[in-house]
């Protein structure tokens, strides 16, 4: 076995033992109120679990936060399989759903609120409140020195809480 190997075997087996107190802890929530995919699963969030920008880093670092988007399908205990599909959506369209919430509308913009559980007569509201969010964000002075997966982070951030009342 190569020294390559045998260093990612042991990664793994490190990420693991360090997150299965993580995966336990989490298992009586309800559904829909699990953890953000983004700073709460993955390596990064087994690693750093009380610093998020450390957490969403390491997550980008390793796979580029595929371990983490795809945390639901190995441990559901962590991740709703909802916030799950929705962090893989934005993390895959984050350039077309930023002009989307710009403009107010977008077909994946709605593609997203549909997956996220919001119904038509909600999506306006979760919009606007993800547009003011995402001004703030985008006008910051840090914003265009952030990885794609920060921004994906941020973004969903905003709309996990602008669309905390949607039915799901």
């Not at 549909?114 to 985008?138: K, L, P, S």
């Not at 994906?152 to 009342?165: C, I, L």
Request: net charge negative; proline share 4%; glycine share 6%.
């Amino acid at each position: 076995m190569n020294s390559k190997k045998v260093i990612a075997s042991a990664a793994i087996a490190c990420a693991l033992a360090v997150s299965a107190p993580f995966a336990t802890a989490d298992g009586h929530k309800a559904p829909g109120s699990a953890p953000s995919p983004f700073t709460e699963c993955g390596i990064g969030a087994a690693l750093f679990p009380d610093t998020h920008w450390a957490a969403v880093t390491s997550n980008a670092t390793w796979d580029l936060g595929t371990t983490a988007v795809t945390s639901a399908t190995m441990s559901p205990e962590t991740c709703s399989a909802r916030n799950m599909k929705t962090a893989q959506f934005i993390l895959d369209t984050y350039e077309s759903l930023a002009e989307e919430t710009a403009k107010g509308q977008g077909e994946n913009l709605t593609a997203m609120l549909d997956i996220y559980g919001c119904q038509q007569t909600e999506q306006h509201g979760v919009i606007h409140a993800v547009r003011a969010e995402m001004a703030d964000q985008v006008g910051s002075a840090t914003y265009s020195q952030q990885s794609n997966v920060e921004k994906a982070s941020a973004y969903y951030q905003a709309v996990s809480a602008a669309a905390s009342n949607c039915a799901a």
